[in-house]
Every structure is written in C-alpha cells, then in structure tokens.
C-alpha cells in the first residue's frame, strides 16, 4: 500500500510542473473480493418453519374506581375520600384476598365562587380569597391475578357508590412455562414441515444444523423477536360469571366490610355484591411462536 501511495504522489508532482511523462503508469493490483460461503453450501440442506398458535385464558383483570368528596374544608374532603375508598379496599380485599393488588391516589382541588357578567355568563373567580370549597378524588386501580374474582372485587368496590367506575379490562399476561409450551409445538412443526419437504424430494433427513426462534428465514437474517406474543388484542374481553351459591334458607350474611363515613356507619354485605356483580363472557387470547430448522438431507 505505502508504494501504490508513492507512485500516485510522484504522477502528482509532476502533471503539477507541466512535465510530460512517457509511457503509462504500471497498474496497480486489486485486491479480489472477498465471500464466506455459508455453512450449507457444500451439502444438501432443508428449511423449515415451524408455526404454532394456542389459546390461553386471560390471567389477570383490572378496573378502576374514584370517590369524590366535597367540603368547605380541605382536610374535611380528604377524610372523607380516602374513608370511603379505605372502605372499598377492605371489602376488596375481604373477597379477593391475595389476589388483588391494589394502588390508590388522592388528589385534592380548590373550587370557587361563580356569578354571571353584565351579559349573563357564567364566570369563576379564580382568586385565593374567593374559594367556595375543595373536592377530594380517591382513585384506585385494582388489578385481579385470579379473573373469576374480578366482578365480586368491582361489586364490593360499586357498594361504595363511586362517582366514577371504569370496565373491567381482561388480558393475559404470558408466563414462562406458556411460552416454552408454545415454543415446543413450534419446534414440532418445522421438523414435520421439514421432513415432509424432503420426503416430496425424494430425501430424509439427515442432522440438525441450527434450530432458531423467530419468523425469519435460518438461511436469511437472524431474528431477535419475542418467543411468544399476544395475537389480536380486544379490550372488550370480559370475565366468566361467579356461580352463586343456593342454599335452602340461608342464615342472614356477616358483613363484607363496615366503617364510618362521614359520621354515619356503612355496611357492604353479600346481597350488594350479588346485587352489583354483573356477568359476563371470558374470551381465551391466542399467542404464537415460530421456529426455523435446517437439517442435512440424506438418501
């Protein structure tokens, strides 16, 4: 490389004197391209993607629910929001159990005094000194890791008469052990895909040279997908109904969860819950995972 430099300087030097050169330069050796050639190039291999789809049951519910209190006092609100939503979370708690994971946050906002302009519109005087009162909103979001909890959880949380209450969303959350099942089929499926390839050329298979998660082609890019996903995500997924218990003259219900609000006691017992539990259909999610196999083909 340092004489091809040294040639090309020279040829510079002297085109920039205005002197003539006789003759060419002798040229200079390129170096050839270089290939690797791929690991199944010298023998005869097959390809095979693999496919798998399975259903699975949602795993995991979550709704919401916020209180709302008002007083001309903020810390008055406050207490009455979060009792009410202390409340809520006992009740859930008493029928979910260990199921439920429960996050909750309070927010407390000023409101002022109105009154009409010389057109009559309703303006608000947003001044310090002009505060008519504080609204104190608890929000609570429950998440169910058991779904079939997930419509007595929101009815303990309804008896409680929040003013705002969400759907209860259903989704699966994929584990370990649904993956590798998923994964397995996948894997089942490119071995007969492959096989059955070259048994209509005439081969068998020989040995496996590289098995690969993923959509993409062995032979092409390498795939750094996920295993597994969810396919066809619906938020109108709901839960299964809770099949009520008959019994022939049943003994009156301890309560679910009782306290005091506002200076009064509140009682949430089973007839609320059953009265406020609404059912509905639980539909299965389907996950995927693709597999790529290449074997040696042999006589």
């Known amino acids: 490389m340092a004489h091809r430099f040294r040639l090309a300087l020279a040829g510079g030097l002297a085109l920039a004197g205005g002197l003539a050169l006789s003759g060419s330069l002798p040229a200079i050796a390129q170096e050839p391209s270089v ?24 795993n995991r519910a979550r709704f919401e629910v916020s209180f709302v209190e008002t007083d001309n006092q903020s810390a008055a609100a406050t207490k009455k929001a979060v009792a009410r939503a202390r409340l809520a979370y006992e009740a859930i708690r008493k029928v979910a159990g260990d199921k439920a994971r429960v996050t909750t946050s309070v927010n407390v906002n000023a409101y002022f005094e109105q009154y009409r302009d010389k ?29 079939a909890l997930a419509g007595r959880a929101r009815a303990a949380a ?19 052990e649904m993956q590798r099942d998923i994964l397995n089929e996948a894997a089942k499926d490119a071995r007969e895909r492959a096989r059955g390839v070259a048994s209509a050329a005439g081969a068998k298979l020989g040995d496996l040279l590289v098995i690969q998660e993923g959509s993409d082609s062995c032979m092409g890019n390498w795939s750094t997908g996920q295993a597994a996903r969810v396919m066809n995500p619906d938020s109108n997924y709901r839960y299964a109904p ?6 022939p003259a049943p003994p009156p219900p301890a309560p679910v969860a009782s306290g005091m609000i506002d200076g009064r006691q509140v009682t949430i017992t089973e007839a609320d819950l059953a009265q406020l539990n609404l059912p509905n259909d639980e539909l299965p999610r389907t996950i995927s995972a693709n597999v790529c196999v290449i074997y040696t083909l042999t006589k």
């Open 242 to 247: 809770v099949a009520a218990m008959a019994s």
């Open 35 to 58: 290939f690797v050639r791929p690991y199944w190039w010298d023998k005869p291999v097959v390809e095979g993607l693999g496919r798998a789809m399975m259903d699975v049951a949602p």
């Open 158 to 176: 309804l008896a409680l008469a929040p003013q705002n209450s969400g759907e209860i969303y259903v989704y699966l959350e994929e584990t370990a």
């Open 119 to 147: 057109d009559g519109n309703i303006l608000t005087n947003d001044r310090a000194d002009r505060v008519k009162g504080y609204e104190a909103r608890t929000a609570m979001t429950v998440t169910l890791t058991d779904t």
